[in-house]
T-cell receptor
Framework: GQNIDQPTEMTATEGAIVQINCTYQ??????LFWYQQHAGEAPTFLSY????GLEEKGRFSSFLSRSKGYSYLLLKELQMKDSASYLC????????????FGTGTRLLVSP | EAQVTQNPRYLITVTGKKLTVTCSQN?????MSWYRQDPGLGLRQIYY???????DKGDVPEGYKVSRKEKRNFPLILESPSPNQTSLYFC????????????????FGPGTRLTVL
């Protein structure tokens, strides 16, 4: 089974940088996803890591360390529209490759 | 526009009254899935389907049924809804059955907020 931990809530200021951490325990790992979810809306895909290291995509970057069971999502030059929940999800290396979600981190960006 | 659609978006019903939430995708995706999202619990998988006529249980299947008679549609059926099924429901799809090392992210529908009184 899987256990995924991420902070419940974080606050940051517009223009700043914020790092959202995710730790996981799994019997079989096959990739880690980050999704963004605005209140009352659908989750949307942000990033995917399956190998160790940093993946950069514009203002957003995601890092993975498989040996430590650890990932982070880095958001730079924060904007008000970045206020949302950020969901960490791990794909199990089982027959049907189930995606298991953490409970999400609610980020509040203030002016 | 490529999308996953769900209907209805909001529903208030009473205990025991059968209901169906429809899900449709226009991207020719093979894999479809239903999740429920509850405060403090995150997204939990109810059922999934790897292709037409192939469905299987997720983590919380009790009280739900699904069918996959056509590739684009994956309805969620609550035969006898109960108050503990009050939740926000999401349908999702991805191009293929998840494979090792392949990104194959899931695309989510807009959600259906269900209240069972």
């Amino acid at each position: 089974g899987q256990n995924i931990d991420q902070p419940t809530e974080m606050t940051a200021t517009e223009g700043a940088i914020v790092q959202i951490n995710c730790t996981y325990q799994t019997s079989g790992f096959n990739g880690l996803f980050w999704y963004q979810q605005h209140a009352g809306e659908a989750p949307t895909f942000l990033s995917y890591n399956v190998l160790d290291g940093l993946e950069e995509k514009g203002r957003f970057s995601s890092f993975l360390s498989r040996s430590k069971g650890y990932s982070y999502l880095l958001l730079k030059e924060l904007q008000m529209k970045d206020s949302a929940s950020y969901l960490c999800a791990v794909r199990e290396n089982t027959g049907f490759q189930k995606l298991v979600f953490g409970t999400g981190t609610r980020l509040l960006v203030s002016p | 526009e490529a999308q996953v659609t769900q209907n209805p978006r909001y529903l208030i019903t009473v205990t025991g009254k059968k209901l169906t939430v429809t899900c449709s995708q226009n991207m020719n995706h093979e894999y479809m899935s239903w999740y429920r999202q509850d405060p403090g619990l995150g997204l939990r998988q109810i059922y999934y389907s790897m292709n037409v006529e192939v469905t299987d249980k997720g983590d919380v299947p009790e009280g739900y049924k699904v069918s996959r008679k056509e590739k684009r549609n994956f309805p969620l059926i609550l035969e006898s809804p109960s108050p503990n099924q009050t939740s926000l429901y999401f349908c999702a799809s991805s191009p293929r059955v998840p494979l090792a090392g392949v990104r194959n992210e899931q695309f989510f529908g807009p959600g259906t907020r269900l209240t069972v009184l």
